[in-house]
């Protein structure tokens, strides 16, 4: 019972075009989202998060979006460039003690 | 200055041993986890430490065994290893049970 989803396994993008990376998710209790980054043979890596009384957070070229109606939210990068190309996990957190649920993660090659 | 390592990246062994993976972080967190990602890359947490007190275990079979030694160091022992069990297993950790968790590099086993 997967209850985050990436359902996008791959997402090729040109440089300085914009990546736009999806998640969904179907538990209502969940209230912190998190993106994580991560390069092959390393471990994921923290790139940004949202609470679930926000609607959108910013971070210099990535911005998280939060639709709690639709249990829905997307990453956006803007401009991308090659050194984005990695894999994406959405992660979801439970409302006690820390539990992360991830979803399976979507691949971004961004060329040049 | 790394923040989350593990011991040793790489691991491959027999059927039926027993082997151990220790993971240790300096960022002064209280709260530690150990992750699985399996062949589906799907990353499922399997253990938690808070302070040296176990707070999240998961359905994770009794062949596992997390120590705690000190709140910076969150070690996996595994006995009677199965094919199964061929996997990446990620350490994390955080300020608080609920607070961004940061990973380590991974140990990659391999049980032939």
């Known amino acids: 019972d997967q209850q985050v989803k990436q359902n996008s396994p791959s997402l090729s993008v040109q440089e300085g075009r914009i990546s736009i990376l999806n998640c969904d998710y179907t538990?209502?209790?969940?209230?912190?989202f998190l993106w994580y980054k991560k390069y092959p043979a390393e471990g994921p890596t923290f790139l940004i998060s949202?609470?679930?009384?926000?609607d959108k957070n910013e971070d210099g070229r990535f911005t998280v979006f939060l639709n709690k109606s639709a249990k829905h939210l997307s990453l956006h990068i803007v401009p991308s460039q090659p050194g984005d190309s990695a894999v994406y996990f959405c992660a979801a957190r439970g409302s006690t003690l820390g539990r992360l649920y991830f979803g399976r993660g979507t691949q971004l090659t961004v060329w040049p | 200055d790394t923040a989350v390592s593990q011991t040793p990246k790489y691991l491959v062994t027999q059927m039926g041993n027993d082997k151990s993976i220790k993971c240790e972080q300096n960022?002064?967190?209280?709260?530690m986890y150990w992750y699985k990602q399996d062949s589906k890359k799907f990353l499922k947490i399997m253990f938690s430490?808070?302070?040296?007190?176990?707070?999240i275990n998961e359905t994770v079979p009794n062949r596992f065994s997390p120590k705690s030694p000190d709140k910076a160091h969150l070690n996996l022992h595994i006995n009677s290893l199965e094919l199964g069990d061929s996997a990446v297993y990620f350490c994390?950790?955080?300020?608080?049970?609920?607070?961004?968790?940061?990973f380590g590099p991974g140990t990659r086993l391999l049980v032939l």
């Open positions: 949202i609470s679930s009384i926000k």
């Open positions: 960022l002064g967190h209280d709260t």
């Open positions: 994390a950790s955080s300020q608080v049970s609920r607070e961004t968790q940061y």
């Open positions: 538990n209502s209790m969940f209230d912190y």
């Open positions: 430490y808070n302070n040296k007190e176990l707070i």
